[in-house]
């Protein structure tokens, strides 16, 4: 027989306001089509993150063989072995041997001869010197551009109208749609031969991107009841981290298998053509709740009566609250942030030495297994602390995650691999707080 007290412990788990209570909920009360709907809007994110990502992956072929960002000298190996080598080089051969070295101090040795190359590059392209062959590189202004710009400044400008759009059309069309673009533009970076064709695809990526996060949210808030919402946006979140670990392990392993001499290329093209696929069946077997498809037509016909500016004004009322606007700022500046990691941490540790398959190795699994460990921890500890504390728990273990993500993340700057791999542990745990806990304060 069960003891008395294993009894009370199983019924205080799965009371109501437990915080596991609605994990137990969405496995057992949901209808088999919303948890089918969970697992296709999974699918979705996972898809948009790896297409985002696996461009910071095969950074360096890419620059080579299109040629853009800064040309740099790589230098004979008997040079490189002399003591001359830094006075007659403007970049050393990779991998560069680091010693002791932090890699912040590998980091500023890097800049001082990346000043160099470009020195060299410009003044004397023609000549080859001391070097054994000038390559191009992803640095400089371009590559900037490429992942900065290009990329958030049209994810940003057209998330906001298409997000205006599909809270009066049909969402499973426009996401459809937004899919299609995204996953064709990818595939079609397979075959790009110049930089500007590259601009044009990432802008195209950065559009159809920009709705799948808001519109993925909707469509589970309204299959989802409120005991279950917080469980089903925690496995949705599961794939911020998850196609970032795809994004290096698919990646690595296609670009280093060169089917067809093709390398890199074919990183974009196999993580392409399963969105496309993907998009329809969105389109023909996600459906709306009936009671909000009947709302969702009321609103588009008031929509379509109305002025423009007097519909986007009533669509961003909700949103003029200090509180909102405080919460959205610090999400710009953690995104930032996290952003600039993403785009450059295979150049980074290329940079002191470790090979692609190194890096692959250990950022295929620490962002899935610490980022997942991270949502899930979030998540009941946001609900404990609701429970006792209301939103002000909900902002505590937001702000109090992020302060201790800064010392972890500033650290592994300072260590050596495998250290600073260790390191970047704790930030994915704390740092994944940040993507979901907002959403838990928003929807309370």
């Given amino acids: 027989m069960v003891a008395p007290e294993k009894v009370r412990k199983i019924k205080k788990l799965m009371a109501a306001e437990h915080p596991l209570h609605g994990c137990w909920q969405l496995l057992t009360t949901q209808k088999p089509y919303s948890l ?101 590189r992803p640095a400089g202004y371009q590559y900037t551009v490429l992942i900065g710009p290009a990329f958030f400044l049209f994810f940003t400008a057209t998330g906001i109208p298409l997000g205006i759009l599909a809270d009066v059309y049909s969402r499973k069309a426009i996401l459809g749609v937004c899919l299609l673009l995204w996953s064709a533009c990818t595939t079609c970076t397979g075959f790009v031969t110049g930089y500007w064709q590259l601009l044009l695809l990432r802008i195209g990526v950065a559009v159809g991107e920009s709705v799948c996060v808001p519109l993925c949210t909707s469509l589970i808030a309204d299959h989802f009841s409120q005991r279950t919402r917080g469980a089903a946006l925690g496995v949705f979140s599961l794939g911020t981290n998850a196609g970032y670990s795809l994004a290096f392990t698919l990646g690595d392993l296609i670009t280093r298998a060169n089917f067809y001499q093709m390398g890199w290329r074919w990183a974009f093209i196999l993580t392409g053509l399963p969105g496309i696929l993907h998009s329809f069946i969105i389109s023909f077997t996600v459906t709306e709740p009936p009671k909000v498809a009947k709302k969702r037509q009321f609103s588009s016909k008031a929509f379509t009566r109305h002025r423009l500016g007097t519909n986007v004004k009533r669509v961003l009322q909700p949103f003029a609250s200090v509180g909102l606007i405080a919460l959205t700022a610090a999400a710009a500046v953690r995104t930032t942030v996290g952003i600039m990691w993403a785009y450059n941490v295979q150049l980074y540790f290329e940079a002191a030495g470790e090979s692609s398959a190194d890096i692959a190795q250990w950022l295929s699994w620490i962002p899935l297994a610490a980022g997942s460990l991270g949502a899930v921890l979030g998540g009941v500890l946001s609900d404990v602390l609701y429970v006792r504390r209301g939103l002000a728990g909900r902002v505590l273990v937001l702000v109090v995650s992020q302060l201790a993500t800064a010392p972890c993340a500033a650290a592994a700057l300072y260590l050596r691999p495998p250290q600073a791999y260790y390191l970047l542990i704790p930030v994915y745990i704390l740092g994944t707080y940040h993507l979901l806990i907002p959403v838990y304060i928003l929807g309370t």
């Fill in 36 to 136: 089918y709907l969970l697992a296709i809007l999974l699918a979705t994110y996972l898809l948009s993150q790896i297409n985002q990502y696996v461009m910071a992956v095969v950074a360096r072929p890419m620059a080579q063989e299109i040629k853009f960002g800064e040309r740099s000298c790589f230098v004979n190996e008997t040079i490189c072995n002399s003591a001359s080598c830094s006075a007659n080089a403007s970049h050393p051969a990779f991998p560069i041997s680091v010693g002791n070295e932090s890699l912040a101090q590998v980091m500023e040795e890097m800049n001082n001869i990346t000043l160099l190359s470009s020195t060299r590059s410009n003044s004397n392209s023609n000549s080859s010197g001391d070097c054994e062959r000038w390559e191009y």
